[in-house]
């Protein structure tokens, strides 16, 4: 008698092996991170939304808090020439924010398309991108310019 297994659990286990692969390295970066006790800090993050519009946040972190916060835009090919800088909310741009970003997409997002680099040596996220070749313009990214850490 031999027992077959239903496609349904063979979906679910990939699904699950699948963002695990993604989750594990995150849960390490995010644990190397907090285990450097690093919360005052400077960082700049471009992002950039396909050809629609790209800025760069500029936030500083003094003792885990949100000090300063400024952006500026540069022109995607979609502004033609001129761009706005857009409001965002500084916390989603400070470490704790790259962390939830990654996660929340490698929760949702399709691996395959879905990109998480890590800092080599302050283990936060550096650059998280997607790209489904399939769909046009939907490609966005957010990646790491500058990072310093305030004494």
Not at 16 to 34: G, V, Y
Not at 53 to 61: C, G, K, L
Not at 123 to 146: C, K, Q
Request: some cysteine; glycine content about 4%.
């Amino acid at each position: 008698m031999s027992r077959k297994v239903p496609p349904s659990l063979i979906l679910l286990w990939v699904i699950f092996t699948l963002s695990a692969c993604t989750i594990a390295p995150l849960d390490t970066a995010e644990r190397k991170w907090q285990n450097q006790n690093i919360t005052s800090y400077t960082i700049e993050v471009l992002v950039v939304n396909s050809i629609w519009h790209a800025q760069y946040q500029q936030i500083t972190v003094e003792e885990g808090v949100v000090t300063a916060q400024s952006g500026r835009c540069v022109p995607a090919p979609f502004e033609m020439g001129e761009c706005e800088v857009q409001d965002f909310v500084a916390e989603d741009f400070t470490v704790p924010g790259l962390f939830a970003k990654a996660r929340a997409m490698s929760e949702t997002a399709d691996p395959d398309f879905l990109t998480v680099s890590f800092a080599p040596t302050y283990f936060y996220p550096e650059n998280i991108s997607f790209n489904d070749p399939e769909i046009v313009d939907e490609d966005w990214g957010w990646s790491v310019t500058s990072f310093e850490v305030l004494k």
